[in-house]
């Protein structure tokens, strides 16, 4: 019977984005690709996994009263502290004071595998999960990155971010085995500009740890994104004809057409973060 439930569920593709410093828009560029890809007709779900700073609701202004340590703490259910983004896109907040996911015990570890797997079970849950990390190289990063399906890096041109993008591949290459990597290059002047960041990134990689990288595309520096960010909106919806929805949206459709081997459901992937725990320093 458990066979044939879980053959049931919705295979669901699990995306971490990354950066290796703060300042790059990476939270930006979450909630603007949650949003093109439902409006491609995906379900769509951001955890936001920005443990000690929570940032996508701020970003959508929402203002959600529980988070996922409520959830781990056996004081509310995964349904519970589910909220509502724009399309109605699903969010899981997180908020200061759960760090120590990265350290949960065995209970803690079945509650939030039975919360998945009940929530997973009662909805067709998504098409593809969202994971907003933390910026920088700390365990927790690398907690989340190791688990997901795909990694997706957001970098700049700004060269500090392009060292920083760099040191965090190393760190998830050597010490985690990761190979395989997609770049988004934020806040460029130009289509070569957003290249010529990615191809210096690339060479690096490939000359001091042998592996290559795949570019998913560029975002241009646009006074929408700003003036989205200050009104709290997505700036695909309310400036969907500019240069940089143009973008977000090619980004999204490369994304869902990639050939990632969708390898399970979101309870798979929550096993895979719980087993990553063990792996990673708290």
């Given at each position: 019977?458990?066979?044939?439930?879980?053959?049931?569920?919705?295979?669901?593709?699990?995306?971490?984005?990354?950066?290796?410093?703060?300042?790059?828009?990476?939270?930006?560029?979450?909630?603007?690709?949650?949003?093109?890809?439902?409006?491609?007709?995906?379900?769509?779900?951001?955890?936001?996994?920005?443990?000690?700073?929570?940032?996508?609701?701020?970003?959508?202004?929402?203002?959600p009263r529980y988070n996922i340590q409520h959830v781990v703490n056996s004081e509310k259910t995964l349904k519970d502290i589910v909220v509502d983004g724009p399309h109605?896109?699903?969010?899981?907040?997180?908020?200061?004071?759960?760090?120590?996911?990265?350290?949960?015990?065995?209970?803690?570890?079945?509650?939030?595998?039975?919360?998945?797997?009940?929530?997973?079970?009662?909805?067709?849950?998504?098409?593809?999960?969202?994971?907003?990390?933390?910026?920088?190289i700390s365990g927790n990063v690398a907690f989340f990155c190791i688990a997901a399906q795909e990694i997706v890096i957001v970098t700049s041109p700004e060269p500090t971010?392009?060292?920083?993008?760099?040191?965090?591949?190393?760190?998830?290459?050597?010490?985690?085995?990761?190979?395989?990597?997609?770049?988004?290059?934020?806040?460029?002047?130009?289509?070569?500009?957003?290249?010529?960041?990615?191809?210096?990134?690339?060479?690096?990689?490939?000359?001091?740890?042998?592996?290559?990288?795949?570019?998913?595309?560029?975002?241009?520096?646009?006074?929408?994104?700003?003036?989205?960010?200050?009104?709290?909106?997505?700036?695909?919806?309310?400036?969907?004809?500019?240069?940089?929805?143009?973008?977000?949206?090619?980004?999204?459709?490369?994304?869902?057409?990639?050939?990632?081997?969708?390898?399970?459901?979101?309870?798979?992937?929550?096993?895979?973060?719980?087993?990553?725990?063990?792996?990673?320093?708290?």
């Amino acid at each position: 019977m458990l066979k044939e439930r879980q053959k049931e569920r919705k295979r669901v593709k699990t995306i971490a984005v990354a950066s290796g410093k703060g300042g790059v828009g990476k939270t930006n560029v979450v909630a603007n690709l949650a949003i093109a890809m439902k409006k491609q007709d995906k379900d769509v779900m951001i955890l936001d996994a920005d443990l000690g700073l929570s940032n996508i609701d701020i970003l959508l202004n929402l203002s959600p009263r529980y988070n996922i340590q409520h959830v781990v703490n056996s004081e509310k259910t995964l349904k519970d502290i589910v909220v509502d983004g724009p399309h109605g896109i699903k969010i899981i907040p997180a908020s200061s004071g759960v760090q120590e996911l990265t350290a949960l015990d065995e209970f803690q570890r079945l509650k939030l595998l039975e919360e998945f797997d009940a929530y997973d079970n009662a909805t067709a849950l998504a098409d593809v999960l969202l994971i907003d990390t933390a910026a920088g190289i700390s365990g927790n990063v690398a907690f989340f990155c190791i688990a997901a399906q795909e990694i997706v890096i957001v970098t700049s041109p700004e060269p500090t971010a392009i060292t920083d993008a760099y040191a965090l591949i190393k760190v998830l290459f050597t010490r985690y085995q990761e190979k395989e990597f997609h770049v988004i290059v934020n806040s460029v002047k130009s289509p070569k500009e957003g290249f010529e960041v990615f191809k210096k990134l690339s060479m690096v990689t490939e000359r001091f740890l042998n592996i290559s990288l795949d570019y998913l595309g560029h975002i241009p520096f646009d006074d929408s994104v700003q003036k989205a960010v200050s009104l709290q909106k997505a700036f695909v919806d309310i400036y969907p004809k500019s240069l940089a929805s143009k973008q977000i949206f090619e980004i999204a459709s490369r994304i869902l057409d990639s050939n990632c081997n969708v390898k399970g459901t979101l309870q798979f992937f929550i096993g895979n973060l719980l087993s990553a725990s063990d792996k990673t320093p708290e």
